[in-house]
């Protein structure tokens, strides 16, 4: 079982920066793909961004290219999505996610979910 838990959202300006971090349990963390998906009040989830096991391979939504990247360190058991230049548009609530072990696609099906966390961009 892998337990996720997303932190540093909040309310920032238009043309502003946050950086998410997603906390991970267990000693699988350095084998599992992750992702960061965010959804918007009357809108489908979104997929934002995805990593590798080890970063080797990583997906940004149209979007958010050249404003989000997303990373991890193994050490850490952690993952972030830095955003910068944020936008109105980018409000939403963002969830990290994992899929189960040795599923090094960055697609399909996300397993394993955060709480998620808010951002809310002001403009």
């Known amino acids: 079982q892998v337990q996720l838990v997303e932190s540093g959202g909040g309310l920032v300006q238009a043309g502003g920066s946050l950086r998410l971090s997603c906390a991970a349990s267990?000693?699988?963390?350095?084998?599992?793909?992750m992702g960061w998906f965010r959804q918007a009040p009357g809108k489908e989830r979104e997929f934002v961004a995805a990593?590798?096991?080890?970063?080797?391979?990583?997906f940004h939504e149209d979007s958010v290219k050249g404003r989000f990247t997303i990373s991890r360190d193994n050490a850490r058991n952690t993952v972030y999505l830095q955003m910068n230049s944020l936008e109105p548009e980018d409000t939403a609530v963002y969830y990290c996610?994992?899929?189960?072990?040795?599923?090094?696609?960055?697609?399909?099906?996300?397993?394993?979910w955060g709480q998620g966390t808010q951002v809310t961009v002001s403009s």
């Open positions: 996610a994992a899929r189960r072990p040795n599923q090094p696609s960055l697609y399909g099906s996300y397993d394993y």
């Open positions: 267990g000693r699988t963390f350095s084998s599992l793909t």
């Open positions: 990593i590798s096991w080890n970063g080797g391979d990583r």
